[in-house]
C-alpha cells in the first residue's frame, strides 16, 4: 500500500513518526502551514516557520525516503491578529518556491470580517501564482462556515477543481460533493472524523475527487491512520486499485496541478540508512 498524507503537520511530530511512516507506506507528504499553538508575534516568526517547511522538514523527510512538500499561508485564525497581516505581503516570496505546491491552509475559523479579507486575498494570490488552494474549514458551526466558503470560492474567479475543501464530515460533504471542489477529510483518534466513517462516506459517494489525511499536529492525532483507512477500505470490500485511488493517486493529480510536485523515484524506506544516535544529520553540515 503506497500512501501520499495530503495534509499533515509534521514540524509538530517526531522522526520516530517518520521512522513508522515510511515502514507503514507512506511515501509522500503535504505539510500546510497553521497556527502553531500560541500566537506569533511578528513576521519575523512566520519567516523562520516557513523556511523551515520549505528547507529543513524536506531535508528531515528524506532522511526515511518520504517525500515531503509544503503549502503556505496566513492561516485563518492568526488573520485576526494585526500584528500577522503583513505576512499577506511576505506570500509572493514564499509561492513562487518550488516545493510549495498549494496556498495554504486558508478559509475560516470564527469567520470574522478579518478572515474575510484575508481569504479573498490568498485566493488571489493562488490564481495569481497558479496554484491550487487547500481550505480549512471551521471546527464550529461549520455547515455555516462551508456554506460561506464555498460562496467565497465561487466569488474568486478560481477554478472549483483546483480547491480542496478539508475537515469535512458527514453533515458537509453533501454541500461540497456537487460543487466540482475537491473534499478533504482528517481522520482522528476523537475527533473529526474515523476510518470506519471515512469508508461509510466513500461507499456512498464513491472515490473521486475524496482526500484522506491524517493532519496529524499537537493534539491527539496518529500520523499512521490514513494507513488504518486503506486498511478498513480493503476489509469492507474496496479493491486494492480504490484504496491506491484514494490514498496515492488523487493527492498527487490535486497537487500535480501546481506543476511543482515531484514523487518520482520516491524511496523505498528499505534502501535509506538513517544516521544513527540521537540526532539526524544536520541540514549543510
Known amino acids: 500500500m503506497r500512501i501520499f498524507d495530503p495534509h499533515i503537520h509534521m514540524t509538530s511530530r517526531t522522526t520516530d513518526d517518520y521512522e513508522r511512516m515510511a515502514a507503514a507506506g507512506v511515501r509522500a507528504v503535504v505539510e500546510p502551514a497553521f497556527w502553531m499553538g500560541q500566537p506569533r508575534t511578528s513576521v519575523a516568526s512566520f519567516v523562520d516557520y516557513f523556511d523551515s517547511l520549505i528547507g529543513w522538514e524536506p531535508f528531515r523527510a528524506g532522511q526515511f525516503g518520504v517525500r515531503h512538500h509544503a503549502t503556505i499561508a496566513l492561516n485563518p485564525k492568526e488573520a485576526n491578529d494585526r500584528r500577522c497581516r503583513p505576512v499577506l505581503d511576505l506570500l509572493p516570496r514564499y509561492l513562487d518556491k518550488d516545493a510549495v505546491v498549494a496556498v495554504g491552509e486558508i478559509g475560516y475559523d470564527s469567520m470574522t470580517p478579518e478572515e474575510d479579507e484575508a481569504?479573498?486575498?490568498?485566493?488571489?494570490?493562488?490564481?495569481?501564482?497558479?496554484?491550487?488552494?487547500?481550505?480549512?474549514?471551521?471546527?464550529?458551526?461549520?455547515?455555516?462556515?462551508?456554506?460561506?466558503?464555498?460562496?467565497?470560492?465561487?466569488?474568486?474567479?478560481?477554478?472549483?477543481?483546483?480547491?480542496?475543501?478539508?475537515?469535512?464530515?458527514?453533515?458537509?460533504?453533501?454541500?461540497?460533493?456537487?460543487?466540482?471542489?475537491?473534499?478533504?477529510?482528517?481522520?482522528?483518534?476523537?475527533?473529526?472524523?474515523?476510518?470506519?466513517?471515512?469508508?461509510?462516506?466513500?461507499?456512498?459517494?464513491?472515490?473521486?475527487?475524496?482526500?484522506?489525511?491524517?493532519?496529524?499536529?499537537?493534539?491527539?492525532?496518529?500520523?499512521?491512520?490514513?494507513?488504518?483507512?486503506?486498511?478498513?477500505?480493503?476489509?469492507?470490500?474496496?479493491?486494492?486499485?480504490?484504496?491506491?485511488?484514494?490514498?496515492?493517486?488523487?493527492?498527487?493529480?490535486?497537487?500535480?496541478?501546481?506543476?511543482?510536485?515531484?514523487?518520482?523515484?520516491?524511496?523505498?524506506?528499505?534502501?535509506?540508512?538513517?544516521?544513527?544516535?540521537?540526532?539526524?544529520?544536520?541540514?549543510?553540515?
Open 119 to 285: 481569504f479573498a486575498a490568498q485566493l488571489a494570490l493562488a490564481v495569481a501564482h497558479d496554484l491550487p488552494a487547500l481550505v480549512h474549514t471551521p471546527h464550529r458551526d461549520k455547515a455555516r462556515g462551508v456554506e460561506r466558503t464555498l460562496a467565497v470560492v465561487a466569488e474568486s474567479g478560481i477554478g472549483a477543481g483546483r480547491v480542496v475543501v478539508d475537515h469535512l464530515n458527514e453533515v458537509t460533504v453533501k454541500l461540497v460533493r456537487d460543487t466540482g471542489c475537491w473534499l478533504g477529510f482528517s481522520i482522528y483518534p476523537d475527533t473529526k472524523m474515523t476510518a470506519l466513517r471515512m469508508v461509510e462516506l466513500l461507499r456512498e459517494y464513491g472515490t473521486e475527487r475524496m482526500l484522506v489525511n491524517s493532519a496529524a499536529d499537537w493534539g491527539r492525532s496518529d500520523p499512521l491512520l490514513t494507513r488504518a483507512t486503506g486498511e478498513a477500505m480493503l476489509a469492507a470490500g474496496f479493491g486494492d486499485d480504490d484504496v491506491d485511488r484514494v490514498l496515492w493517486r488523487n493527492p498527487v493529480e490535486f497537487y500535480g496541478q501546481s506543476g511543482r510536485l515531484d514523487v518520482s523515484d520516491v524511496e523505498d524506506p528499505a534502501a535509506v540508512d538513517p544516521q544513527t544516535g540521537n540526532s539526524i544529520l544536520r541540514g549543510g553540515s
